[in-house]
C-alpha cells in the first residue's frame, strides 16, 4: 500500500508517455497500460458491501490491514457444472492490486465461467499479460488475487467435503541457521531481486549455510519464471 503514496506528474505530452507516477520518497517512475488504468478507475465485479448470507459459497481472505493491502474474493459454484457462476472482490490496497484483480474475475467469469479446475491454473502472469503488463515493483499485487481465490476454492472444497482436492501451501525450511523458508524467497523475488546477490541483500539467506545457496538458487530460477516468465 504504500508504494502507491506518490506524486502525480503533471500531464504533459511525452512525459506521461514515459511515466505515469513517481515515488515521492524514491523518485522511481511507474508506467501503467491503458488496460491497467481502465480496471483501477473503472473495476469489474467489485463488492463494496458485505454480500448477504447464502448469497457465495466461499470466501478468501488474505493480507492483513497492519501489514497493508488485504484481498477478499467471494465464489458461486454451479455445482452441476463445477463453473464459476460469479465472482465478486474487495481490497483494501494500491491501484495495481485494484486492477490485477479485476481482471482476474474478468478472466474467471468471462464466457461463462471457468470451471474449479480451469481456474486455478490461472497464473499472475497471464492477468499481467491481460493487463498489458505492469512495472515489476508490482508484479506482487497481481499475487494477491491469486492467493485470494485459491483459498476460496480449498475453502468451496472444505464446505462440500472434497476434503481430496484441497491444495496444501506449506513453507519449506530452506537456510536452518536463520530459519528463511521458500515462501520469503518467493516474496523476496516479487519484490524485484531476481539473483543469489540480490536475495542475500535482503535476506542473508546462505550467507551462514553456504550448503543451502544451489537450493536457493533453484527456488529464485523456478519463482522468476513463474512471475516474469523468464
Request: with cysteine; net charge negative; proline share 4%.
Amino acid at each position: 500500500m504504500s508504494d502507491d503514496i506518490i506524486a502525480v506528474k503533471p500531464v504533459t505530452t511525452g512525459d506521461m508517455q514515459k511515466s505515469d507516477v513517481v515515488n515521492a520518497h524514491t523518485g522511481q517512475k511507474w508506467a501503467y497500460s491503458q488496460i491497467v488504468k481502465e480496471h483501477f478507475f473503472n473495476p469489474k465485479n467489485l463488492l463494496l458491501e458485505e454480500p448477504a448470507p447464502g448469497q457465495f459459497d466461499a470466501r478468501g481472505t488474505v493480507g492483513s490491514p497492519a501489514c497493508g493491502d488485504v484481498m477478499d474474493i467471494w465464489i458461486k459454484v454451479d455445482p452441476a457444472t463445477n463453473r464459476i457462476a460469479d465472482l465478486k472482490w474487495k481490497t483494501f490496497g494500491c491501484g495495481s492490486a485494484i486492477a490485477a484483480t479485476s481482471m482476474f474475475s474478468v478472466m474467471i467469469t468471462e464466457d461463462g465461467g471457468r470451471t474449479l479446475d480451469e481456474a486455478v491454473t490461472v497464473k499472475p502472469q497471464d492477468i499481467m499479460e491481460r493487463l498489458g503488463g505492469l512495472p515489476n515493483r508490482k508484479i506482487h499485487c497481481s499475487v494477491l488475487a491469486d492467493k485470494a481465490f485459491r483459498k476460496a476454492v480449498n475453502n468451496y472444497y472444505h464446505a462440500t467435503g472434497q476434503h481430496d482436492k484441497v491444495e496444501v501451501e506449506g513453507a519449506r525450511v530452506v537456510d536452518t541457521r536463520l530459519n528463511i523458508t521458500d515462501k520469503d524467497i518467493e516474496e523476496a523475488v516479487l519484490e524485484g531481486a531476481t539473483n543469489l546477490e540480490e536475495v542475500q541483500k535482503k535476506l542473508k539467506v546462505g550467507v551462514g549455510d553456504p550448503e543451502a545457496i544451489p537450493d536457493i538458487e533453484q527456488l529464485i530460477r523456478f519463482y522468476k519464471e513463474k512471475y516474469y516468465g523468464v
